[in-house]
């Protein structure tokens, strides 16, 4: 069971006083923008905004009857104002009012997923730079590979969140549009004016063209980047998953007190966080693609959209903004076990090394399918001999082939284990690690 949403910020977002207002204040703004064009009375569109106001109790009660959001809403607003209430919505489709709100509502979530993913971005930075030499085994197809560094690790994905900073940058900036273009998107009866006051106010780009409705890509696209960082978000948590099996045991979720595991075995401490980003992950990538089913329309518009948008914007963002700033707290919290990272590093008895003794012996004069199939085949002789404790190293000195290119000091320094590591502050500055 995912725990109660402990973050009342992006819920405000998307709650119906929020929505609301928000449309409201697309409404009164377009009176202001009338009222300099003098199509209104500057004095009526002054006491529309000091009058306007709405009940979400009272517009539910009307829409229970006309069955129409806007329409309810335009209603309520209407029992505040009075006479001038006439002036309001004047030209305009509710489209220009729902889908500006929601443009609206998108770049607030977003403005609060950047702020979450700094956050990420900075506990990730700081905990690379705490692990940056601690050597651990590099893993290729989950089979033991070379020496790298959990620093590395955590390196790489401080570097993939800055590159969904950007995503989610450009995601905000294409949907931080509106539109005040009437029925089908020609003011017919409606200046431009109009829309370019409304917008600017509100922090919005005009659409340079709309239909009756913006074109539902833009929204696609959003949801799209949400779910990329969601995929990265899994991926994270898939590889602390492995990394806390018991068998290896090199990182692992914090477990507080008082915890239970299992309700069976009391010695369990699974990866449950992880694995609750894991599975939201695929939610937000059905979202996703729901968005990209909205695409296609019948016409200037339909409302096919419409319904679908009422679960998955909301819910993209309040799941997103809790993933991020869970994952967030696991990587703070994350217990690390460098001595399982060594003890595991020297599991194939020195076999990490191998590349390094096929490139010494091509460079020795060996031509490489020789050189592969010696190396390869003292390799097999220690995986074979496991039991005996046979050591990779030792192999290769007792091997008359292998020791005709490469003298004990050769060995010395290909078994160094800081050769393996030795451009790690090249690559940490390269990602902007310093």
């Known amino acids: 069971m995912i725990p109660r949403y402990t973050r009342p910020e992006m819920g405000k977002i998307w709650a119906e006083e929020n929505k609301f207002r928000t449309w409201l204040e697309i409404e009164l703004l377009a009176c202001e923008a009338h009222a300099e064009l003098g199509v209104i009375p500057k004095e009526s569109a002054r006491t529309i905004r000091?009058?306007?106001?709405?009940?979400?109790?009272?517009?539910?009660?009307?829409?229970?009857?006309?069955?129409?959001?806007?329409?309810?809403?335009?209603?309520n607003v209407g029992e505040y104002v009075g006479p001038d209430s006439r002036f309001i919505h004047l030209g305009m489709t509710s489209s220009d009012v729902l889908d500006?709100?929601?443009?609206?509502?998108m770049k607030q979530s977003a403005e609060l997923l950047l702020k979450?993913?700094?956050?990420?971005?900075?506990?990730?930075?700081?905990?690379?730079?705490?692990?940056?030499?601690?050597?651990?085994?590099?893993?290729?197809?989950?089979?033991?590979?070379?020496?790298?560094t959990f620093g590395l690790k955590l390196a790489l994905w401080y570097d993939e969140t800055q590159r969904n900073i950007r995503r989610l940058e450009q995601a905000k900036e294409t949907i931080s549009v509106g539109q005040i273009s009437g029925a089908v998107g020609t003011y017919e009866h409606l200046d431009p004016f109009v829309e370019r006051y409304v917008c600017e106010k509100l922090g919005l780009k005009p659409a340079p063209i709309s239909t009756q409705i913006l074109q539902r890509d833009l929204h696609a696209e959003f949801l799209t980047?949400?779910?990329?960082?969601?995929?990265?978000?899994?991926?994270?948590?898939?590889?602390?998953r492995?990394?806390?099996?018991?068998?290896?045991?090199?990182?692992?979720?914090?477990?507080?007190?008082?915890?239970?595991?299992s309700s069976a075995m009391p010695h369990k401490r699974n990866p449950i966080t992880c694995e609750?980003?894991?599975?939201?992950?695929?939610?937000?990538?059905?979202?996703?693609?729901?968005?990209?089913?909205?695409?296609?329309?019948?016409?200037?518009r339909d409302i096919t959209h419409s319904s679908v948008e009422r679960i998955i914007l909301p819910d993209s963002c309040i799941l997103l903004d809790y993933m991020i700033t869970t994952f967030?707290?696991?990587?703070?919290?994350?217990?690390?076990?460098?001595?399982?990272?060594?003890?595991?590093?020297?599991l194939t008895s020195g076999l990490i090394f191998s590349q390094s003794v096929l490139l010494a012996l091509t460079k020795r004069g060996m031509k490489r399918e020789d050189a592969y199939a010696a190396v390869q085949r003292d390799a097999m002789d220690v995986w074979s001999r496991e039991a005996e404790k046979k050591n990779f190293?030792?192999?290769?000195?007792?091997?008359?082939?292998?020791?005709?290119?490469?003298?004990?000091e050769d060995l010395d320094t290909i078994f160094d284990l800081k050769k393996s590591i030795q451009h790690v502050d090249y690559i940490f500055e390269r990602v902007g690690l310093k």
């Not at 068998?247 to 007190?257: C, H, N, T």
Request: zero cysteines; glycine letters at 6%; aromatic letters at 6%.
């Open 276 to 300: 609750r980003i894991a599975g939201l992950a695929r939610v937000l990538r059905g979202n996703a693609h729901a968005a990209m089913e909205n695409i296609t329309l019948w016409h200037e």
């Open 100 to 105: 500006t709100g929601l443009a609206v509502q």
């Open 116 to 148: 979450d993913l700094r956050q990420l971005s900075d506990v990730l930075a700081r905990r690379a730079k705490e692990f940056k030499y601690t050597i651990m085994v590099g893993r290729t197809h989950g089979i033991h590979a070379e020496p790298t």
């Open 225 to 240: 980047t949400l779910s990329l960082i969601g995929s990265s978000l899994e991926k994270f948590a898939t590889e602390i």
């Open 328 to 346: 967030t707290d696991i990587i703070d919290k994350l217990i690390v076990y460098p001595e399982n990272m060594k003890k595991n590093l020297d």
């Open 393 to 408: 190293r030792d192999v290769l000195e007792s091997d008359g082939t292998i020791g005709a290119y490469l003298r004990t």
């Open 50 to 75: 000091n009058k306007a106001n709405f009940s979400v109790k009272r517009i539910e009660e009307i829409e229970a009857e006309v069955k129409h959001d806007v329409i309810a809403f335009l209603t």
């Open 242 to 261: 492995h990394l806390q099996k018991t068998e290896i045991l090199e990182a692992e979720e914090y477990f507080s007190k008082g915890q239970k595991g």
